[in-house]
Nanobody, 123 residues
Framework: VQLQASGGGLVQAGGSLRLSCAAS????????LGWFRQAPGKEREFVAA????????SYADSVKGRFTISRDNAKNTVFLQMNSLKPEDTAVYYC?????????????????WGQGTQVTVSS
């Protein structure tokens, strides 16, 4: 399974970005998809996750109300719409997939990872 993240870039504080992550490889069986991020000198942290149907989502407190995760199962793609960006959102963002349906924010419970896309928010 391969995950390809895209959509990062440089944006001013208050701006928006939309990240995408396309999955390819063997057929999925109701995976949970998630986004994580890692800022310089910090550990990788959970951002958001979405269940198979798209009806169940989970967010880190730091992004609630600003970020929205969604998915298109027909295209094996997960999205992260990021609004009202802040300088502290600056990080490399990674998409991840868990091969079973149970939602989790635990980094070590995801089986597949994308290569990351850089998001930089200037003040």
């Amino acid at each position: 399974v391969q995950l390809q993240a895209s959509g990062g870039g440089l944006v001013q504080a208050g701006g928006s970005l939309r990240l995408s992550c396309a999955a390819s490889g063997r057929p999925w069986s109701r995976p949970t998809l998630g986004w994580f991020r890692q800022a310089p000198g910090k550990e990788r942290e959970f951002v958001a996750a979405i269940g198979w149907s798209g009806g169940t989502t989970s967010y880190a407190d730091s992004v609630k109300g600003r970020f929205t995760i969604s998915r298109d199962n027909a295209k094996n793609t997960v999205f992260l719409q990021m609004n009202s960006l802040k300088p502290e959102d600056t990080a490399v963002y990674y998409c991840a997939a868990r091969s079973i349906a149970t939602m989790t924010s635990r980094l070590d419970e995801y089986d597949f990872w994308g290569q990351g896309t850089q998001v930089t928010v200037s003040s």
